[in-house]
């Protein structure tokens, strides 16, 4: 099949692009890392989007539409990226009207967890649902929710962020300057906090540097390990309950890189919910199911935006095509 | 102008029923208390609604279409009510058959606070809006959601039960059987609770019995009335904030018994959001607004579902008619 969109997923660490047909499948790609701060400037940004998407284009011999995702607060009344966790600076930026400039024809922007959500449900682990809820346990936890086959956006485009449900009142400070945030415990860097505190009570083998170093102790038994794990059990499934009354949806996503051990805790955050959740608004919706589009995602997903007249509509399966 | 539909919101203490012209006003109304246990058997419930829609059909001068709010778990999958917390012995009824064989014409039915929502977005506080997020705090604490002009209701038609919202973890007992939901502690009851516990550390005056003696005591400076709503603001708004950051919503409208003293906490629970919410989220959700439609919301609302083909799409506003 031919080469119809662009998509982009903008991320701290580097610009990941993929060329997509109509049905979704990745044609090409390209990567691009960002190192440091200075590299994360929207100039320096916007010159190796220049880049990436030539490059694409000559490959797809000719300018597709692009679609882009952005970590951040899209107010999309006004078209600003209003703020930006991974991409300090970017305040109140007309990032999609910069781009479109740069590239000379129209390019539309969306938050990064939200397209993720859009690709999985284009052609990975909830293709063709309509009501989806997913969380990308990454360096933040992220999360997308489909409600009748339309992108949860909010009314400015503000909405979505399931990072900063409250967890533990007056718990951990999180990154969004607020105490107790979902994200405080479940992204990696929550993880291995907890990890560490474990430790510390009763050190045995290397203290935890990276969630990796948790399952792999989990893995060899290490009592501080599993511990851990059943504080991060309890904690991310203490985060779905919330989703699961409100959204109940028919699927629910887990992506990331934490979700990388999915295996490893799937099961157990499964029994929690069961225990925890109202069942009529938990039914149907597990198991839960890993992302299959793995670091992919953001761009698959951006690259639908891009086909998509409503920016709100997601793809209705695999196979409708375009 | 003519009467189009009639609306009926059946409730544990009683069932109201309304007919509304095409822009949603109000042209007549009956209302039918249902006393005691006995009363809420499903039989006899539809003895009332047959005798209150024939006598409303009289005033409107021929049978018009039948939207209907019922508490409870609306599979709309299977057209099965689930379960009602207000209505035991309704288990797995396939209620809108039901009341469309006994009124010989379509019936369609959706959750109460569902309702109640499409109402006030119909011709209510929230007129027009599409991103809008309710609460009625009454016996249980209700809620709704429109999500880009369309009524939440997940996949099945269980979603949106933001009472029970985890608040207090391993705290108060919820209705539900979980412990520490939203509802333990902002319900009328709840805050009745609350209200005691404050009473019984330090007694002044009556012990209070209902929500009314907390506000009246509250106005004659009874410190144990005083601690109570600022437990129940600090309650309200945390429930609120996960609401808030999921949602983004350009309203948010409280209603219910509870919210008659709107007035009085609104603006406490006000601070608290700003003080505790992401600002990119809470833009333009604030001020809180009162449910303008009172014990009308949810007949009004189930009349609008009566006149909508697409169920899930709220009305678009007041002006737009049908």
Redesign the interface.
Known sequence: MSAVAIGLDVGGHGINGVVVDPAGAVLDRAYVPLHGVSERRIEAVEEHIAGLVGRLWGTAAGPLPVGAGIPG?H?QTTGLL??SPNFPGWEDVPVAARLSKLLGRPVVTENDANVALLGEVWVGAAAG???VAMLTLGTGVG?G?L??G?????????????G???L??GGRVCG?G?RGCLEAYVSGPGLTRTAREEFDRDPAGLRPERPEDVFDADQASRPWAQRAIARFVQDLA?GL???V??????AIVIGGGVAGAFSRFAGLVEEELVR?A?P??L???LPLRPAALGADAGAVGAAWLALSADR?TAPPSRLAGV
């Open positions: 607060f107010d209003r703020q649902l309509t009501d999360s929710f409600v009748g339309r992108l949860l956006t909010g009314a400015r485009g503000a909405g979505a962020e399931g900063h449900i409250p533990h009142p969004c607020r203490g309950v919330p989703l009354h409100l959204f109940s949806p028919a925890r109202i009529a608004c039914e149907g919706a709100r």
